[in-house]
């Protein structure tokens, strides 16, 4: 079975530009919820959805973190414009709504901001 | 908000013992749950506790929901080399659907 599906694996960019992460959770979870993962502050959710819904973002540093899910099978987190302290590893992780603790992680994508 | 104080940080352990780990919590956990991260990919789940005093074991690790509900330990026996990683506790509180995680405990084994 394929489990949460994340992309680009490794993303370099500069300072001020756009970065979308995407990701596809398991099929037939209906939770999903994205994290950032450093050194210093460890792993923190950003935001999370239930069945498509935004339902808690207060996670999101800034207004320059936005975060979509279209449909069931696709989720996307952007960075507008991004800065240096953005780069860390972001994982995408999702769950069954009646098992909203068990969650399930994607390999994460790493993403440097030079 | 609620933390989680996870020890030790690390370990550096010979092959063959059994390794210890514990989370504590100022505050009331509903779910505890035990993940292994490691080099280069996201956390795996390897236990979710649910009720207090739960004990469970996959394999060769055993983890048990605290009776205070404010503590979970992760407990590994006859260490192997395939177990080194970051282990990582969460709990889910009483209120409201985040889970919370620890700073994890390095894991390394000297075979």
């Known amino acids: 079975d394929a489990g949460v599906i994340q992309s680009p694996r490794h993303e370099v960019t500069e300072m001020g530009q756009e970065v979308t992460l995407r990701c596809k959770p398991i099929?037939?979870?209906?939770?999903l919820f994205w994290y950032r993962q450093t050194m210093m502050r460890g792993l923190e959710l950003l935001i999370y959805?239930?069945?498509?819904?935004?339902?808690?973002d207060s996670g999101m540093p800034e207004d320059r973190f936005s975060a979509k899910m279209p449909n069931a099978s696709f989720s996307t987190l952007k960075i507008q414009p991004s800065e240096p302290r953005d780069s860390a590893v972001y994982f995408c992780?999702?769950?069954?709504?009646?098992?909203?603790?068990?969650?399930?992680f994607g390999p994460g994508t790493r993403l440097l901001v030079l | 908000g609620q933390q989680l104080n996870q020890s030790p940080q690390s370990m550096f352990i010979q092959e063959g013992e059994d390794v210890s780990m514990n989370c504590t919590s100022s505050?009331?956990?509903?779910?505890w749950l035990w993940y292994k991260q490691d080099p280069g990919e996201g956390p795996v789940l390897l236990i979710a506790?649910?009720?207090?005093?739960e004990l469970t074991s996959n394999g060769r690790l055993t983890a048990q929901f605290g009776i205070t509900r404010k503590d979970s330990f992760l407990n590994i026996s006859a260490s192997i080399p395939s177990d080194v990683g970051i282990y990582f506790c969460?709990?889910?509180?009483?209120?409201?659907?985040?889970?919370?995680f620890g700073a994890g405990t390095i894991l390394r084994v000297k075979s």
């Open positions: 992780a999702s769950s069954v709504l009646a098992r909203l603790e068990t969650q399930y």
């Open positions: 099929s037939g979870h209906n939770s």
């Open positions: 959805f239930n069945n498509n819904v935004p339902i808690d």
């Open positions: 505050s009331i956990f509903n779910t």
């Open positions: 506790l649910y009720k207090a005093g």
């Open positions: 969460a709990g889910r509180g009483e209120y409201g659907n985040k889970l919370v």
